[in-house]
C-alpha cells in the first residue's frame, strides 16, 4: 500500500540526550493541530515522555507501538485520540517498548516494521476520514538502534533539534552518516529538511555563536525561530501538558507556534 504524498512523515532524532526532542514533538504536532492540520505523534521512546506530555495512557498493560512492531497489531488498534486538540493523534509507548531493540532482531524485515505499519494507518485514515492525514511526527529515543532505524525508513523528513550549549554539534556527525546510509540501502527519499535551534539564552554569548555554526553549517534548513531556555516549558509535561496548553501566552509557546508555522510553510521536494 502507498503512502499518501500529501503526508508528511518526519523523524525528530538527535541522539544527543536533552536537546528538547520530546518537546519540540510534542509542541510542534499540537501547534500544527491548533492550526486545523491532522497531526498523529508515533512515541518510539521506551521512556514515553511525548504520550506524558499529551496525557495519553500509557502504563504497563496499554495497547502501544510496540504491539505494532513486535507483534503485528494495526496500528490502528494502538492510537487514541489526543483529548486537549482536535485532530490530534498519539500511538503511545509503554515499557514494554524497551525490549523492542532485541526482539526485532531475529524478525522479518526488521527495519521496515514501522512503515508498513503507517503505509496502512494511512490509507485507512483516509478512507474513513475522506483526506489524508496531515502530519506524522515520530519521536525518537536518544540512541541510533534498530528502532530509531524503523523511524528513518518509515519517515520522508528528518527534523533535528539542536540545543544552544555548548558540543551543540558533537554527535551530529554519526547521525548524519546515519540518515545517508539509510537512504543509501533502505530509504532513498529520506532527507534533512529541518533544524530547530532550542535552549536559547540570548543574554549568553555562546549560544548567539553556537545559532551562527549552526546556520553556517547547515543553511537553509534550519529554522528562523529560536526557542528560549525556559523553565515553563519544562515544567509543563510534569502536568500532562503541553506549553501550549500550560502557558498558552509564555515566549516558548509562541516560539513552538510559530516554528510550527515555518515548517509547514516549508517547501519539501
Known sequence: MSVSRETRILTVANQKGGVGKTTTTVNMAAALAQEGHTVL???LD????ASTALDVPHHAGTADIYTCLVQDAPLTSVTVKVAAFDGLYCAPATIDLAGA???LVSLVARENRLKRAISDYLVHFEQTEGRPLDYIFIDCPPSLGLLTVNAFVAATEVLIPIQCEYYALEGLGQLLKTVELIRGQLNPVLKVSTIILTMYDARTRLAQDVV?????HFGDIVLQTLVPRSVRVSEAPSRHQTILQYDPNSPGALSYREAARELSQKVFA
Open 101 to 103: 531493540e532485541i526482539e
Open 41 to 43: 505523534v508515533i512515541d
Open 46 to 49: 521506551p521512556q514515553g515522555n
Open 212 to 216: 551562527a555554526e549552526v546556520r553556517e
